[in-house]
């Protein structure tokens, strides 16, 4: 399994930005493709954003999109989403997610993920 570390969530304010970070520790990361993922309370998780191996490929939900972009650099074995415009409907605990396979193509599905980080809060006031 691939080690997982999120950093960069916090408080913020509407319209206010964030980055979030994830840090990997396996050397074979940018074979992995990687997804976000957010889960307020009483609400199921959802998807946010997925980038393929090589990050040529992307895939943003339809609720962020136009406001959040997912890249990475394989280099420091990290995948960001950076998040603008922030609305308090935004706010979740948002999970870093390596798939399961090596070499897919961006995925929605959270079962095409083996290996998740613990999460990071992003809190958003109005």
Partial sequence: ??????????????GGSLRLSCAA???????YTM???RQAPGKEREFVAAISSGGSSTDVADH?????TISRDNAKNTVYLQMTSLKPEDAAVYSCAAASRLWMGPSRDPSDFGSWGQGTQVTVSS
């Fill in 1 to 14: 399994q691939v080690q997982l570390v999120e950093s960069g969530g916090g408080l913020v304010q509407a």
């Fill in 25 to 31: 520790s396996e050397r074979t990361f940018g074979r």
């Fill in 35 to 37: 997804g976000w993922f």
């Fill in 64 to 68: 962020v999109k136009g406001r959040f």
